[in-house]
T-cell receptor
């Protein structure tokens, strides 16, 4: 079964600085999707970024980018120019391309942004 | 465009009771997935509905059941509530089964 591990329960960053959140996953599949979701105190899970495993190019969305290392099964999220509004729980998630209904989440990383 | 909505926002029930949670999918989305998020944990997949049929189920007992209606809205029913059912229940909709899921704000259920 696929598992997702986020080894950093908490991270902290100074406003305007850069922070990287780690995620590793375990799978025997070759085709899958990876996601980062943000969950602020309002509880609503918001999609940050999505990566297709067949794409070698790392996904980027404005200040958010990923470092996708398929061989190492690593999928880290880099947040540049951190803003106070970035403070939230961040979840890494995996979904198989074959069994496309079951999304597996990590335990999350709580990000604090200091002014 | 209306996003995913869920009702109610909060609910308190006692052990043994039954509960129904509701979800309206984003406009144009035909697939709804339900997740349970216990405090301090990541969401866990309960099941998914695609065009009114169950399309996969996670490791949850049969007392967790669901429905999807012709307008693609969905219900999650939980019978014989247990204390461990206390959690945030998230609904997510997608354009199709393989597409990115967009989440609602969740329903916080407390079982006493």
């Amino acid at each position: 079964a696929q598992t997702v591990t986020q080894s950093q329960p908490e991270m902290s960053v100074q406003e305007a600085e850069t922070v990287t959140l780690s995620c590793t996953y375990d799978t025997s599949e070759s085709d899958y999707y990876l996601f980062w979701y943000k969950q602020p105190p309002s509880r609503q899970m918001i999609l940050v970024i999505r990566q297709e495993a067949y794409k070698q190019q790392n996904a980027t969305e404005n200040r958010f980018s990923v470092n996708f290392q398929k061989a190492a099964k690593s999928f880290s999220l880099k947040i540049s120019d951190s803003q106070l509004g970035d403070a939230a729980m961040y979840f890494c998630a995996y979904r198989s391309a074959d069994n496309n209904n079951d999304m597996r989440f990590g335990a999350g990383t709580r990000l604090t942004v200091k002014p | 465009e209306t996003g995913v909505t869920q009702s109610p926002t909060h609910l308190i029930k006692t052990r043994g009771q039954q509960v129904t949670l509701r979800c309206s999918s984003q406009s144009g989305h035909n697939t709804v997935s339900w997740y349970q998020q216990a405090l301090g944990q990541g969401p866990q997949f309960i099941f998914q509905y695609y065009r009114e049929e169950e399309n996969g189920r996670g490791n949850f007992p049969p007392r967790f059941s669901g429905l999807q209606f012709p307008n693609y809205s969905s219900e999650l029913n939980v019978n014989a509530l247990e204390l461990d059912d206390s959690a945030l229940y998230l609904c997510a909709s997608s354009l199709a089964r393989a597409e990115t899921q967009y989440f609602g704000p969740g329903t916080r259920l407390l079982v006493l």
